[in-house]
């Protein structure tokens, strides 16, 4: 695991020695940097790696790497899974190796396949390689995503690096807010790839790879996610598999000369791969999650994350730490967004943010659930169609009297109301809002709507009028795309493939690593190991779902293994009671941040949509707590990187008094 950096068509080290200076939280274990000599006669480079230390502890594991003549050069990071087996058909086609790495099978891979190699690979990875003899360099990213890579064309030189602060640190590039990316991250908190709220900047879509030849740069993807043909064994036989499969993954993904955790909310995911990593005798399990006080959680779906993480830990015997959290969120949130770069408007990342600074001090790696909701079909939204069909049996008007006259009164009263959790309560309205106003279209443009945190209409009406008249592309013309690419697949597949297209990329893959990260930790995630995605995409829909019943295959396969009570538990992530914190401990910051007078000087945003909408979130006549989140999360984002020159923030420490604790 590791930060990388470099520019292709200038050979300038101390550039890419200043990129990576910021990104040194990534790799603090050690630096390396490989350029073409200044009077090479044709196409230069320079790329550079800062380490972390995972596989091969020693000097051995310095990057950049090469083959035996120093023709092909590697700058790499993440993991890859079966590089023992490749290494192994590698040498007995004669290649030698001087390390005990994963990096070092990528140029002679290289040497074997060219750039066809990369199909090779099972493992998370961005990495740049640059072919001497044929002076191209390439930029690979693995197939999910998990590993983030971008990328900027400033004539004929291309900059790429692991991080966006990195790219900031080239005189060439400015930071500047890209206003048609604006309304899609209002709508869906993130901005999907390849494009980012930067304009001019661009991620490495997941799947894909880059060529830069002669200063000129082509994309294309060397992996296309496709379903089928689908397994026709019995639902038995598939869970057995299935559970043979998952067994397999994490006990690849163990591979490490470091400590090894697990994210562990006690949720179905999460509690998965630790019984799986008990069941491949790992002998020290180590497990992190968070608690909050009772008070700050009810409004939230779920309080109990640290109870039912606690059952866990202790059916496998394992060391269990959990977190308490309290509402720093107005420390702790400009470091989180200096640390992603891109406004992702998840409260999560906090959460995320927490575990890994109280488990750096045990462990390097952490296991995550991440992505079992994207492949197994975990999301409300997932069910939506199916629940439409019985919402269709009410007549219009009763249904919308519901919407219009006692969902208000639930929000308002949900605190009160004798047992019930208002929390779940007030869940269950924000999602029957949604499902009411969606529930007579088409499934993929419902789908689209509720994935979306504004209807059309609302979104124009935040929007200030030079915003709305310079932005031409629908917010939601992504989903379009991904669908057109999907056409003809079942309608679970359909949705599970725009999910894996956008939302786990941009959105958790992105919080997943950069606040891992944030504290030189390794986050992997065996529910994306390829062989494990591979299985899931020959599975019937009908048994990732059935009836209403979401990842069914999942809990069938760990029925006889996990507690009965996290078999049959709802959702659970690493969320936090921003709702109360938003109405009572950070309210001063709220009206701070978003006071008429600085969204008017911004210019992006109509101040009394603005304001009314923080007046009728703290008054509990509507919850627009994520919108608000998401606003929060933007403003700060712009006095980050937007307010301050790139000199302000030269390296991690000095942006915000920023380190890695």
């Known amino acids: 695991m590791c930060g990388i950096a470099g520019i292709a068509g200038e050979a300038d080290e101390l550039v890419v020695k200043d990129m990576l ?14 350029a073409t000599p200044r009077n090479h006669p044709g196409a230069k480079v320079a790329m550079g790696n800062n380490r972390l230390s995972i596989l091969d502890l020693s000097p051995a594991g310095h990057q950049p790497t090469s083959n035996e003549d120093g023709t092909v050069w590697v ?35 290289y040497e074997k396949y060219g750039p066809d190699m990369v199909n090779r690979l099972n493992g998370m990875f961005a990495f740049a390689l640059w072919d001497g003899m044929a002076e191209r360099l390439w930029l690979f990213r693995d197939r999910m995503g998990v590993k983030p890579l971008y990328y900027v064309q400033v004539g004929s030189q291309l900059y790429f690096a692991s991080e966006i602060k990195a790219l900031l640190a080239c005189p060439e590039i400015e930071p500047a807010l890209d206003v048609e990316c604006l309304p899609e991250y209002l709508a869906l908190l993130y901005v999907p790839n390849p494009q980012t709220m930067f304009k001019g900047i661009f991620k490495l879509s997941p799947g894909y790879r880059l060529l830069w030849e002669k200063g000129r740069i082509s994309v294309e993807p060397y992996w296309k996610m496709r379903f089928g043909p689908l397994f026709q064994a019995s639902e038995e036989e598939l869970s057995e598999q299935f559970h043979e499969v998952m067994v397999s993954a994490v006990r690849r993904q163990l591979i490490s000369d470091v400590p090894i955790g697990f994210f562990l909310s006690g949720g179905l995911d999460s509690s998965a791969l630790v019984a799986c990593a008990a069941e491949s005798g790992m002998s020290t399990l180590r497990c992190y999650s968070i608690a909050f006080r009772r008070e700050h959680g009810a409004l939230e779906q779920s309080d109990e994350d640290s109870h039912f993480a606690r059952v866990v830990a202790d059916r496998f015997g394992a060391k269990f730490e959990s977190l308490p959290v309290e509402p720093e969120v107005a420390t702790l949130l400009p470091k989180a967004i200096w640390h992603m770069d891109e406004p992702v408007a998840d409260h999560a990342a906090i959460a995320t943010y927490l575990i890994c600074r109280a488990a750096k001090p045990e462990v390097t790696v952490l296991l995550s659930g991440q992505g079992a909701d994207e492949v197994l079909g975990g999301y409300r939204v997932h069910l939506a169609h199916r629940l439409s069909r019985y919402l269709a049996h009410v007549p219009g008007p009763m249904r919308r009297t519901f919407a219009r006259n006692l969902l208000p009164f639930l929000h308002r009263h949900a605190a ?4 019930v959790h208002p929390g779940l309560l007030l869940a269950f309205c924000r999602f029957y809002e949604k499902l009411q106003a969606a529930a007579d279209m088409p499934a993929e443009q419902q789908y689209s709507a509720l994935r979306s945190y504004y209807a059309a209409g609302a979104l124009q009406d935040l929007l200030s009028d030079e915003v709305a008249e310079a932005t031409t592309r629908k917010p939601l013309h992504r989903f379009d795309e991904h669908f057109a690419d999907c056409a003809g697949e079942e309608l679970l597949n359909k949705l599970l493939y725009v999910d894996c297209k956008t939302f786990l990329p941009d959105l958790n893959l992105t919080l997943s690593d950069k606040m891992s990260m944030a504290h030189s930790i390794e986050a992997r995630v065996p529910f994306l190991d390829n062989e494990v995605v591979d299985f899931l995409l020959r599975v019937p829909p009908n048994i990732k779902i059935k009836r209403l019943t979401q990842k069914y295959l999942l809990r069938r396969a760990f029925r006889d293994i996990l507690p009965s009570g996290v078999l049959r538990r709802r959702k659970a992530g690493f969320g936090l009671p921003i709702r109360s914190w938003l109405q009572n401990e950070l309210r001063d910051m709220v009206h701070d941040m978003l006071s008429e007078k600085r969204v008017r000087e911004r210019g992006l945003l109509r101040p009394a949509a603005v304001s009314r909408m923080i007046e009728e979130n703290m008054s509990g006549r509507q919850d627009h707590t994520l919108r608000i989140w998401a606003l929060l999360t933007l403003e700060l984002w712009q006095q980050t990187f937007l307010d301050n020159s790139s000199a302000n923030f030269s390296t991690t420490e000095s942006i915000l008094g920023v380190g890695t604790t």
Do not use: M, V
């Not at 200076?21 to 490989?34: K, L």
């Not at 009160?416 to 047992?419: H, K």
């Open 21 to 34: 200076a910021r990104i040194r939280h990534r790799g603090p274990d050690d630096t390396g940097i490989y």
């Open 75 to 109: 700058a790499y990071n993440g993991e890859i899974y079966n590089f023992a087996e490749l290494r192994q058909e590698l040498e007995n086609d004669g290649h030698r190796f001087l390390s005990h790495t994963d990096t070092e099978i990528l140029p002679h891979l």
């Open 416 to 419: 009160a109301l004798p047992f």
